[in-house]
T-cell receptor, first 114, second 112 residues
């Protein structure tokens, strides 16, 4: 596609429910990142995928968070048993084969946990 | 791992004045430092970047300087305009991991 697509754009859920956030990166981008942006905060690294390599999960805040990337393209971030502190904007970004270079961000998925 | 600190958190300048945002990083092996601009309700977008083999880079009204010895880099915006109002993030690549560690952002307000 022309850009990075994320869905849903907004998600309101009740505490304890599971949520799935989807990212569809730019075709050909082998690197894919998930970041979390809490209100007034910076961009917190969550997880990084590169091609067929094992993902770097070092930023996931707890075992309630997981992500997968199927076929080197679409990625899903899953949050189980959501808590109020999970409320944030979840941003997906892709990058080309050079690794060190521009990140192309999606518009984000705003998650609100009541 | 890499740690990036960014100052100030908010910055207000009069239209036409200059704005400077500063960042420090911890990993002396880092070699790539991008700056992103995020307008209200929009996605972050790259505005300029610098690699460790140069000390300064300019693109029209924006410039970035890098001091590897001191492990800090700065964004300079000259002749600010209202459309420069946004949140600016610095970042550094966590060397060898391809992770980009971001600062906490600077909200720039350009007053007309």
């Amino acid at each position: 596609g022309a850009g990075v697509s994320q869905s849903p754009s907004n998600k309101v859920t009740e505490k304890g429910k599971d949520v799935e956030l989807r990212c569809d990166p730019i075709s050909g981008h082998t690197a894919l990142y998930w970041y979390r942006q809490s209100l007034g905060q910076g961009l917190e690294f969550l997880i990084y995928f590169q091609g067929n390599s094992a993902p770097d999960k070092s930023g996931l805040p707890s075992d309630r968070f997981s992500a997968e990337r199927t076929g080197g393209s679409v990625s899903t971030l899953t949050i189980q048993r959501t808590q109020q502190e999970d409320s944030a904007v979840y941003l997906c970004a892709g990058a080309g084969t050079s690794n060190t270079g521009e990140l192309f961000f999606g518009e984000g998925s705003r998650l609100t946990v009541l | 791992g890499e740690n990036v600190e960014q100052h100030p958190s908010t910055l207000s300048v009069q239209e036409g004045d200059s704005a400077v945002i500063k960042c420090t990083y911890s990993d002396s092996a880092s070699n790539y430092f991008p700056w992103y601009k995020q307008e209200l309700g929009k996605r972050p977008q790259l505005i300029i970047d610098i690699r460790s083999n140069v000390g300064e880079k300019k693109d029209q009204r924006i410039a970035v300087t890098l001091n590897k010895t001191a492990k800090h880099f700065s964004l300079h915006i000259t002749e600010t305009q209202p459309e420069d109002s946004a949140v600016y993030f610095c970042a550094a690549e966590d060397s060898g991991t391809y992770k980009y560690i971001f600062g906490t952002g600077t909200r720039l307000k350009v007053l007309a």
